[in-house]
């Protein structure tokens, strides 16, 4: 377990996440398809937003998902998740492993999401 750092292209949305990126994985849902990301799940306490929340903006009408997007510079930077991939009632943070400093994102080997069928 390492603690990253991560934020937003323009810098205004500043946050860590302590993970081992054990599980990164890209999902086909119609959101994601578009936004191509890829994404690690952590426990909700594994994440801390140190700075940005007046930056964030939300989309997507789903309870269980919501989706903060930096309004400035338009990245997404994570989700916060009302379960976890186990379908379990813990919160967890979905992260763009993009936003990651020291994260070579295209040596990761992301399994697929089914999420156009399991959302
Ligand atoms: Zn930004």
Same mark, same amino acid.
């Given at each position: 377990m390492?603690?990253y750092s991560? $934020? +937003? /292209?323009c #810098?205004?949305v $500043?946050f @860590?996440?302590?993970t081992?990126?054990?599980?990164?994985?890209? +999902?086909n849902c119609?959101?994601?398809?578009?936004?191509?990301?890829?994404? &690690?799940?952590v426990?909700?306490? $594994? %994440?801390?937003?140190?700075s940005? =929340?007046?930056?964030?903006?939300?989309?997507?009408?789903? =309870?269980?998902?919501? $989706? %903060? %997007?930096c309004?400035? +510079? #338009?990245? &997404? +930077?994570?989700?916060? !998740?009302?379960?976890?991939?186990? !379908? @379990?009632?813990?919160?967890s943070?979905?992260v763009n492993?993009?936003? !990651? =400093? #020291?994260v070579?994102v295209g040596? !990761?080997?992301?399994?697929?999401?089914?999420?156009a /069928?399991?959302?």
């Amino acid at each position: 377990m390492k603690t990253y750092s991560g $934020h +937003c /292209h323009c #810098g205004a949305v $500043h946050f @860590e996440v302590d993970t081992d990126l054990a599980a990164p994985f890209r +999902c086909n849902c119609s959101l994601c398809a578009r936004r191509g990301t890829t994404i &690690q799940i952590v426990p909700a306490t $594994h %994440f801390r937003l140190l700075s940005g =929340e007046e930056s964030l903006t939300r989309y997507g009408s789903r =309870e269980f998902s919501k $989706h %903060f %997007f930096c309004r400035t +510079c #338009g990245i &997404q +930077c994570f989700t916060r !998740l009302t379960v976890n991939l186990k !379908l @379990e009632n813990e919160p967890s943070v979905g992260v763009n492993l993009g936003c !990651l =400093e #020291g994260v070579d994102v295209g040596a !990761l080997k992301p399994a697929t999401f089914d999420g156009a /069928h399991l959302l």
